[in-house]
């Protein structure tokens, strides 16, 4: 897939422009140094050539690269020499292929194919061996090299912009938890005002409604109770819709807004010199509990007995506490009798009740809530050492106060910014987004890594084996001129057989292969020297059966 061009159109033409300009400078020089150049072939072609392989080089990359590689083709053609300027173009645009694609199958196919291309068009021309040299070496090396150079090119430019959008992200998300502790904290002014004023205002509701039988009263002081009584049932009221506005999912301290030093029995007094009609006991030896577990204890006592004098005033309250080894029984009972059932606790709003499943739950402790033939009951067993466990999300509408609800750990955005995720997860588990990311750029990069080494390695089992073949020919088929002064016309070849080399050289040119033979003579052409880069002289010996006929020189063709 081509990466995304987030370049705007002027400045892509303007680098077009001076890479074509930079592409034509090396093709200009290499037409001003050769020594016999065609104006047409060898200059004005390759410059429309690069003219629109420059701009394929974006949209069409692979396409580019094919043409330009046609112009080392035409190279190949020359009689002189197969090297020129167009090579460097042809490096250039391979490593702009390697930058601008992102997959690695298809450009490898196309590099293949070029590096067959011009091996095909040696064996057409029947090319001498410097050069399928310089095919075998020259030209793959110019396709290979600069396109791993350039995906290399690609993959840190990749990295930089995604260790950019990855800081954009982070930054968003500690907005994202700044707010988040915005609403906790509101959670938990909310719970405070439920928990500690809700209840306090229900004790003076109770108190005034007592007040107002008193005997001793004038009929303006009732009436002033009544409307204080009105008032603080309103208070709790809006205290209600307030909570109801500041509430948020689970996420808060379960203990926020214990007054310091309070105890349950201190709780119960105060409720109890309310003219509350509660009455409690303590079993067991108390035990050392751990700062959630009191609280915990100390907040279902309060919400029970709020919810109690709230909905049955004027029934007795039971609160007993039972210690066990290693947990704390809470249970707290309103006496309602069978026609008051249907309003009590149960009938609210239950937040109070939903508020308290998720305090215990934290503590990793049960509730248990509902009418029974006693009245009703709210029981929690607390564990001594809380094990500290993220809340539950608030039952919905259609659960029941009483009914456990599975915990649920939340995800925070926090931990969905900087927790690493592996490259391979349980079946099931849901990975985040930045482990999704770090799979797939680890992926990329050991991809790249395995192409990057292993390309070079199968380009070297193809072209070493090729290359060291040729020069084995070269350097075999070598006659040294002192050798060639030896020879005399008119031996046979067992006698001559100690000065001639193993072998024949079997690339001769075609202008030495034209050269005049002796009717019926069979020639055999040797190299004058070992140098593998140059045109050396050559030998020819011409043999009549096993006698030499003929021997002479066939002059290089240089520049």
């Not at 996420?251 to 029995?265: F, H, I, K, S, W």
């Not at 009590?344 to 709003?349: Q, R, V």
């Not at 009245?375 to 809340?391: K, Y």
């Not at 080399?501 to 055999?524: F, H, I, K, N």
Request: with cysteine.
């Amino acid at each position: 897939m081509l990466h995304p061009r987030t370049t705007p159109a002027r400045f892509a033409r303007a680098g077009d422009v001076a890479l074509w300009a930079v592409l034509a400078a090396t093709t200009g020089y290499g037409f001003w140094d050769a020594a016999t150049a065609s104006l047409t072939m060898d200059l004005l072609l390759p410059l429309a050539v690069l003219a629109v392989a420059v701009p394929w080089s974006r949209s069409r990359p692979a396409a580019a690269v094919v043409l330009v590689n046609g112009l080392c083709v035409v190279g190949l053609a020359d009689t002189a020499t197969p090297g020129n300027a167009h090579v460097l173009s042809l490096a250039a645009l391979s490593c702009l292929f390697g930058a601008r694609v992102a997959a690695a199958r298809r450009p490898l196919l196309v590099l293949a194919g070029c590096a067959a291309v011009d091996l095909a068009t040696c064996a057409v021309l029947r090319a001498q061996p410097v050069w399928w040299f310089y095919a075998l070496t020259v030209l793959p090396a110019a396709l290979l090299l600069p396109w791993l150079g350039g995906r290399h090119w690609r993959g840190r430019r990749q990295i930089v912009r995604e260790g950019w959008r990855l800081a954009r992200g982070l930054e968003e998300r500690q907005h994202l938890v700044a707010e988040r502790a915005r609403l906790t904290e509101r959670a938990g002014i909310a719970a405070d005002m439920h928990d500690s004023l809700g209840h306090v205002l229900s004790l003076v509701a109770l108190r005034a409604g007592a007040l107002e039988l008193s005997p001793d009263l004038t009929d303006r002081d009732r009436a002033d109770l009544a409307d204080l009584r009105g008032t603080v049932a309103d208070a709790v009221e809006q205290l209600r819709e307030t909570v109801a506005i500041l509430q948020d999912p689970p996420g808060r301290d379960a203990g926020a807004g214990l007054p310091v030093n309070d105890t349950v029995e201190d709780l119960l007094s105060r409720a109890a010199a309310s003219g509350v009609p509660v009455r409690w006991e303590r079993r067991g030896a108390s035990p050392s509990l751990s700062s959630p577990g009191e609280r915990g204890m100390y907040r279902v006592v309060q919400e029970a007995v709020t919810n109690a004098t709230k909905h049955a005033p004027d029934c007795p309250i039971s609160v007993r506490i039972i210690h066990e080894s290693d947990r704390t029984r809470v249970s707290v009972m309103n006496a309602v009798p069978p026609a008051h059932t249907s309003v009590g606790p149960a009938s609210g709003t239950g937040r109070g009740l939903i508020g308290l499943h998720e305090r215990v739950s934290v503590l990793g402790g049960s509730l248990r809530t509902g009418p029974d033939e006693r009245g009703f009951n709210v029981t929690a067993v607390l564990p001594h050492q809380a094990t500290a466990r993220t809340a539950i999300p608030a039952p919905g509408p259609g659960t029941v106060p009483g009914t456990p609800v599975e915990p649920r750990r939340p995800t925070l955005p926090s931990e969905t910014a900087f927790q690493p995720g592996p490259d391979t997860a349980a079946p099931g588990t849901v990975l985040p987004e930045s482990a999704k990311r770090l799979a797939s750029v680890r992926s990329d990069a050991r991809r790249r890594s395995a192409v990057a080494f292993v390309a070079p390695a199968v380009a070297a089992v193809f072209f070493v084996p090729s290359a060291a073949y040729l020069a084995w020919q070269l350097t075999t088929s070598v006659l040294p001129p002192s050798h060639f002064d030896e020879l005399s016309v008119g031996r046979p070849r067992a006698e001559l057989a100690p000065l001639l080399p193993a072998r024949a050289y079997p690339y001769p040119s075609d202008p030495a292969r034209s050269v005049s033979r002796p009717p019926g003579a069979r020639c055999e052409f040797y190299r004058s020297g070992r140098d593998l880069f140059d045109e050396v002289d050559l030998y020819r010996l011409c043999w009549s059966g096993n006698t030499l006929l003929t021997k002479n020189t066939v002059p290089a063709r240089r520049p």
